[in-house]
């Protein structure tokens, strides 16, 4: 990928993949992006003002167009084009073209994490590290999250709560790994705390005890056996010491119970 002296790049056409279900995220990881280390502007003269001599859309990033001063050029997103009113004919000076620059930055970072979000989902931090991975300032990625935060588009309280309900009831996950996935996405201690609060107990039981039950049955071996295995499968999904023991407790009365039965 080669780095213009206008800050942005030319990256080659995305591969196709496999993987349908992914491709599309992927191939936005090889579009072009806006470089913050470099200065667009750097070989634009001072005190004179520039007329806008062509407007040309480019294909990556998405809805950024190429503006042509001379020979000098810019790339800078539609929306800022319009907003700014940057069409061929009208004319800026260097100072008024670093206000739209900056203008430009947050509006892009703003793009990237729209689009970003799109897939699915996601927590201040993972958007954070994303932002960063594409060389955006600290400046631009906070004002950007908290942008993001105002506007709802992001919501680590809302994810957490929504997170746990899900990976109890789907995945059949416990709160013990629930815990440590929701702390790895950056999430806050006081809304994990809440999001996990909010698990009704017996439906985490009930998500347990299917599993202990399932595991029972298609393991080998002698009583204890059986049970240490199970003990340990469940251990290695995220639930408690006491959920376990509960779950192993009803599993073991079912079968006292088939006993009788026979």
């Given at each position: 990928?080669?780095?213009?002296?206008?800050?942005?790049?030319?990256?080659?056409?995305?591969?196709?993949?496999?993987?349908?279900?992914?491709?599309?995220?992927?191939?936005?990881?090889?579009?072009?992006?806006?470089?913050?280390?470099?200065?667009?502007?750097?070989?634009?003269?001072?005190?004179?003002?520039?007329?806008?001599?062509?407007?040309e859309q480019v294909k990556w990033p998405r809805l950024h167009y190429k503006l042509f001063f001379g020979e000098l050029k810019l790339l800078v997103h539609e929306?800022?084009?319009?907003?700014?009113?940057?069409?061929?004919?009208?004319?800026?000076?260097?100072?008024?073209?670093?206000?739209?620059?900056?203008?430009?930055?947050?509006?892009?970072?703003?793009?990237?994490?729209?689009?970003?979000?799109?897939?699915?989902?996601?927590?201040?931090?993972?958007?954070?590290?994303?932002?960063?991975?594409?060389?955006?300032?600290?400046?631009?990625?906070?004002?950007?999250?908290?942008?993001?935060?105002?506007?709802?588009?992001?919501?680590?309280?809302?994810?957490?709560?929504?997170?746990?309900?899900?990976?109890?009831?789907?995945?059949?996950?416990?709160?013990?790994?629930?815990?440590?996935?929701?702390?790895?996405?950056?999430?806050?201690?006081?809304?994990?705390?809440?999001?996990?609060?909010?698990?009704?107990?017996?439906?985490?039981?009930?998500?347990?005890?299917?599993?202990?039950?399932?595991?029972?049955?298609?393991?080998?071996?002698?009583?204890?056996?059986?049970?240490?295995?199970?003990?340990?499968?469940?251990?290695?999904?995220?639930?408690?010491?006491?959920?376990?023991?509960?779950?192993?407790?009803?599993?073991?009365?079912?079968?006292?119970?088939?006993?009788?039965?026979?």
């Open positions: 990928m080669m780095k213009s002296r206008y800050g942005w790049n030319r990256s080659r056409k995305p591969k196709q993949r496999e993987e349908s279900v992914s491709n599309n995220e992927q191939d936005w990881e090889e579009e072009e992006e806006i470089q913050d280390g470099v200065d667009p502007l750097e070989d634009f003269p001072e005190q004179e003002e520039l007329e806008i001599t062509g407007v929306d800022v084009m319009i907003k700014y009113r940057m069409l061929k004919g009208y004319s800026f000076t260097k100072d008024a073209l670093r206000d739209i620059i900056a203008a430009n930055k947050l509006q892009a970072a703003y793009a990237t994490s729209i689009y970003y979000l799109s897939y699915r989902s996601r927590t201040r931090i993972e958007v954070a590290r994303k932002l960063k991975e594409k060389d955006y300032d600290e400046h631009v990625i906070e004002t950007t999250l908290d942008r993001l935060e105002k506007e709802k588009l992001i919501d680590d309280h809302l994810f957490a709560e929504q997170w746990a309900r899900q990976r109890v009831r789907t995945q059949k996950k416990g709160k013990v790994w629930i815990r440590q996935e929701l702390r790895q996405k950056g999430i806050q201690q006081g809304h994990i705390d809440e999001a996990l609060g909010q698990i009704d107990e017996e439906e985490e039981l009930v998500s347990a005890t299917g599993l202990a039950r399932k595991k029972w049955n298609s393991t080998s071996g002698e009583w204890l056996d059986k049970k240490r295995k199970t003990m340990a499968y469940l251990m290695r999904r995220g639930y408690s010491s006491d959920l376990i023991k509960r779950a192993l407790a009803a599993i073991e009365e079912e079968r006292h119970l088939e006993d009788e039965q026979e």
